[in-house]
């Protein structure tokens, strides 16, 4: 009997059992190779093997989480400074934990030969090391239910991201981009640090539960979620607070790129979700407030992809935009908590957490399928691509089934989630009593440019890319990237395709994260939604429906058309010119060209830079025309104040010699006075002078 | 009742493939009246696409197969569309809320598709017309959802069944300002989906200047019917829409219903040739700001009605 009871209670702790467990494998995945030789492939291969089993110890675990009543919890009799080893598996820790652990495992696959040992020696095995040590802390960070634990999980996560966006490090733009990086994560932390001292204040502990109602201010509360939307949306990166982004994207290896954007955003995300999940009783604006931020970065966000000639740099502005949508959702989520209306947090959350799974899938696809290019063709320009669809099918199909899917379109996952939020947006019309929450349903608009924008966007990107001809020659003919790197693409694609035809699924997972997200949060009172509320939305299963017959219909119709015009390759012609006698490659409408007229639209917010010759003789010599688009708000806006800033503060610069004895020294002297000022000097005065 | 749906059903999907190159017939037949003309037989369009249909084909070097892609999917989304609109004010065969979203959606993807087919040409003109056509939409569905979002405010629905249902003439009673300006807006709509005057001239002979005849350039034969058939279907998808509205009456009997509902898209059809007749096409640089005004007249639609208690 007493053993059964062990192996039952055993059997319940699996769900957090096993990811600490493939949390630790995967942590250590990268390190047998560090002692090995630069030139050995073992390192890699047992890397890859042991994020894998990690990260499937990782995946069941989450999904027996689901199948237990209560969420398993569990706290190591081990305390950390300050606080405790308490983790914990419930409805949202399981949802985030499904993307988090697939994308950066297939991504690890991809770097057998995106980033080998062989063709790297002297990165390599930094890169293998840090990649693990990121993923872990993903997981960690998940499960932590304390708040130091936290803290310790996500700067583990923000260094080695650093230290995986300098992979390059002798590159000059990798190092700029990873300095930016470097201190908007540490302005986040500090965000951070300074929300758990308040929520500490409060409660009297580091613990990330709700707060009791009783003990928390109302001012307490504003400040909280306000520091929480600096230090989270630092990561996620929404507009204005994207700095970092776009530069650290295009720098990093591919698959590192693919994690951070579909990954490690996400914890901004997670972040957000779980701090909203904590306050009691959010006030109307604060939903109105994340709502409009996540329309400002979704249409902010796409309309500076659209500008962009760099293949990276544009996906990293669709992460944006993206983050955007999935925080639109939570916007959603909050106005039905504060209006209390289960329908609205349904949907909204669910289409959130529905969107992280999608975007995290699509968006690692089109970053690995990019990195497969420019393992090619050498240069991260698409205005120096075109017709690689010829030479890499392949890589294109699926670069397009990404960007099918990054667009919302039918018949692919993007569009479902898309759909959840739209509904949920529009029942916010219902109200009848003229309240303002009406006015949420302005988001819809919004909702429907960031589609048109992303779809014209992704015509330009595949169009340039894998379309026409190739704009110059390259050094060596592209060929189709090796099965190593295809795998982990098609297995992306699968999932992408598999949500978009059987979004039901997902659902359990997102009413559970729904029902803990507002159970935790109406824990004082107010009605939680229940379990399975996302289960019978009419639409998924018209959606599996109305997919199935697209995919058909769609196949059925292109193998018609193929067959009642096939053309033998010796029959075809030139394309029609229109007149034209001598067309040449450069001649095709560029990236550039294509984005023009949206260009032109958005100018007012993107300011773009041109670089254009002056002719002033008659016959003028050959001249360059250049135009740009940079990052408005960082070269504009944060970058001017902070080199003032720095200006004015030269005359620190003793403090700063550039030894690093002396920098402990500063730590240790912080750490003294800090260990002093907690001295009740008053009270040993007091007891010095005599009465 | 139920034998009517069932009318509805199947009558649906036969309107839907044979009616739309009728609209293209009316619509040339409208503009060479204006012109002082016989113009072409009214059944013109059909013989055209039976032509093409039987023809051989003419495939570029550089194409992919995106470039026949291109128009098969195009032409499978904006059927699948069709078949979600209430075509004659009735129930569409497929309805569930949020299927407006997919209307849209699907469209979208027809465009998306059609302008890579047109890149997959490599041909300045064509890419032209593709980034035309993307860009013009970027600035036409926010005017489409915020049509929609008005009707729905009305009429309390998240389906077009439901938006286009029985409560459209009590809307035109009850929030009559809101009601004109979102059958502008969705006017103007139909005329940017569609590329027509005064967005983009189907009949120049320019292709610096088209939009979506210079997309297809390339395509000839039997994808170069299927082309114009599904452009015809979009035609005829988003007249219904303007129909839905202007037609406020629901009547019960089917073969009237049916009867009344292709009388009013032919008038919609003579309209666009009207508008077609009496006005140039706009300079390119002015279409996103009449983009920008069918935007800002559903807008205000929408926010008509937001103080008001539906």
């Given amino acids: ?55 499937l110890a990782v995946l069941v675990g989450a999904v027996a989480s689901l199948f237990v009543a209560s969420s398993p919890r569990f706290e190591l009799a081990w305390s950390l400074p300050f606080g405790s080893f308490r983790i914990e598996v419930d409805g949202l820790s399981a949802a985030f934990l499904v993307p988090l652990v697939v994308v950066p495992a297939l991504g690890a696959v991809y770097g057998l030969r995106y980033w080998s040992q062989r063709e790297h020696p002297e990165t390599g095995r930094k890169l293998r090391a840090f990649y693990g040590v990121l993923a872990a802390s993903l997981v960690l960070l998940t499960i932590a239910r304390d708040g130091v634990l936290f803290l310790f999980a996500w700067e583990g996560m923000a260094l080695s991201a650093f230290f995986l966006i300098t992979t390059d490090h002798d590159d000059p733009e990798a190092r700029a981009a990873g300095r930016v990086y470097f201190i908007a994560t540490h302005v986040g932390t500090l965000a951070l640090f300074a929300l758990l001292s308040i929520v500490f204040a409060q409660t009297g502990s580091f613990g990330l539960d709700a707060l009791p109602e009783a003990s928390a201010s109302a001012g307490a509360c504003a400040a909280i979620f306000a520091l929480g939307l600096l230090g989270f949306g630092l990561k996620a990166g929404l507009m204005p607070l994207h700095v ?36 009691p009783h959010p006030p109307l604006y604060w939903g109105g407030l994340v709502l409009a931020l996540g329309a400002i970065s979704g249409v902010a966000g796409v309309v500076f992809a659209i500008a962009q000639h760099d293949l990276k740099r544009l996906l990293a ?37 529905l969107h992280v799974w999608n975007h995290s899938f699509f968006k690692a696809l089109l970053f690995l399928s990019a990195g497969s290019v420019i393992h090619r063709v050498h240069t991260r320009e698409i205005d120096r691509m075109g017709g690689l669809a010829r030479s890499m099918p392949v890589t294109a199909a699926l670069f397009l089934c990404g960007a099918v899917a990054i667009c919302g379109l039918p018949p692919l996952n993007g569009f479902v989630s898309e759909l959840l939020i739209y509904l949920g947006l529009w029942k916010t019309l219902a109200p009848a009593d003229g309240s303002p929450v009406a006015a949420a349903a302005l988001a819809v608009p919004a909702l429907a440019m960031i589609g048109a924008l992303a779809a014209a966007c992704f015509v330009k990107a595949f169009g340039a890319v894998f379309l026409g001809v190739a704009r110059r020659p390259h050094e060596r003919e592209p060929v189709e990237a090796p099965r190593t790197m295809l795998v982990p693409m098609a297995a992306l694609a699968l999932l992408c395709a598999a949500i978009g035809l059987l979004p039901a699924l997902a659902v359990p997972f997102l009413d559970r994260a729904a029902a803990t997200w507002s159970a935790a949060a109406t824990a004082g009172g107010g009605a939680p939604v229940p379990l399975r509320t996302l289960a019978p939305v009419g639409p998924l299963g018209w959606i599996t429906v109305l997919s199935a017959a697209l995919w058909v219909g769609a196949a059925a119709a292109v193998l018609l058309l193929r067959r009642r015009m096939r053309v033998e390759d010796d029959q075809r012609v030139p394309t029609w010119d229109c007149g034209y006698a001598a067309p040449t490659a450069r001649m095709q409408y560029s990236s550039s060209s294509f984005a023009e007229m949206l260009v032109a639209i958005f100018r007012w917010a993107l300011r773009p830079r041109e670089h254009a010759p002056r002719l002033r003789e008659l016959f003028p010599k050959s001249a360059h025309h250049r135009s740009h688009v ?18 004015k503060l030269l005359w620190l610069r003793f403090l700063q010699p550039g030894r690093i004895q002396l920098y402990i020294l500063y730590v240790l002297i912080a750490v003294l006075a800090l260990a002093l000022s907690t001295v009740p000097v008053g009270e040993l005065l007091k007891g010095l002078v005599p009465r | 009742m139920m034998s009517d749906r069932a009318v509805d059903a199947a009558v649906q999907p036969l309107l839907l493939l044979l009616l739309p190159p009728l609209l293209l017939g009316v619509i040339v037949k409208t503009k060479a009246a204006f012109a002082g003309r016989v113009g072409a037989p009214l059944l013109q369009p059909y013989h055209d696409l039976w032509k093409l249909l039987r023809k051989g084909a003419v495939l570029s070097r550089t194409t992919t197969s995106v470039f026949l892609a ?26 569930f809320d949020g299927d407006l979203i997919l209307f849209a959606y699907l469209l979208a993807l027809g465009r998306f598709f059609t302008a890579l087919a047109a890149l997959d040409t490599g041909s300045s003109f064509e890419g032209m017309g593709a980034a035309r056509e993307m860009t013009f939409a970027c600035l036409a569905e926010p005017a489409l959802f915020l049509g929609l979002l008005a009707l729905a405010r009305t009429s309390g629905g998240e389906s077009l069944s439901d938006l286009f249902g029985a409560p459209i003439a009590a809307s035109w ?38 939009v979506h005849e210079v997309m297809v350039l390339d395509h000839g034969g039997p994808a170069l019917g299927v082309v114009l058939h599904g452009a015809a279907v979009k035609l005829l998808v988003l007249s219904s829409l303007v129909v839905g509205l202007v037609v406020p009456v629901r009547v019960d009997a089917a073969p009237l219903r049916w009867a009344l509902f292709v009388a009013a898209t032919l008038a919609v059809a003579v309209a666009v040739g009207v508008v077609e007749s009496t006005m140039a096409r706009l300079r390119l640089l002015y279409v996103p700001n009449l983009l920008m005004g069918a935007c800002l007249l559903t807008g205000f639609g929408f926010l008509l009605l937001l103080g008001t208690h539906p």
């Fill in chain 1, 244 to 279: 970092w982004l776009p530069g650290a994207h295009a720098v990093a290896p591919s698959h590192v790129s693919a994690v951070l954007s579909a990954v490690v955003l996400k914890t901004g995300v997670y972040g957000l979700a779980r701090l909203t999940c904590m306050l």
């Fill in chain 1, 1 to 55: 009997m007493a053993a059964s009871d062990t192996a039952a209670s055993l059997f319940a702790l699996l769900p957090v059992w096993l990811p600490l467990l493939g949390a630790l494998l995967i942590g250590a995945s990268g390190l047998p190779g560090v002692f090995l030789s630069s030139r050995s492939r073992a390192g890699e291969r047992l890397a890859v093997v042991l994020h894998g089993v990690g990260a």
């Fill in chain 1, 317 to 353: 502005y669709h992460s944006i935009e993206n983050v955007g949508i999935i925080v639109m959702g939570l916007g959603l989520a909050l106005l039905g908590r504060s209006q209390g209306r289960a329908d609205w947090i349904a949907l909204g959350l669910g289409g959130a957490i």
């Fill in chain 2, 70 to 95: 291109g128009p098969a999917i195009t032409w499978v989304a904006v059927v699948l569309a069709g078949l979600l609109v209430p075509l004659a004010g009735g129930a569409a065969p497929i309805r």
């Fill in chain 1, 630 to 647: 940079d990052d408005v708000v960082l070269d504009r806006w944060f970058l001017p104040v902070l080199r003032w800033i720095a200006r």
């Fill in chain 2, 173 to 210: 009673s009850s929030a009559t300002p809101t009601m004109v300006l979102v059958l502008f807006g969705l006017f103007i709509v139909l005329l940017v989906e569609n590329s027509r005057i005064p967005f983009d001239d189907p009949n120049t002979h320019l292709e610096l200047t088209m």
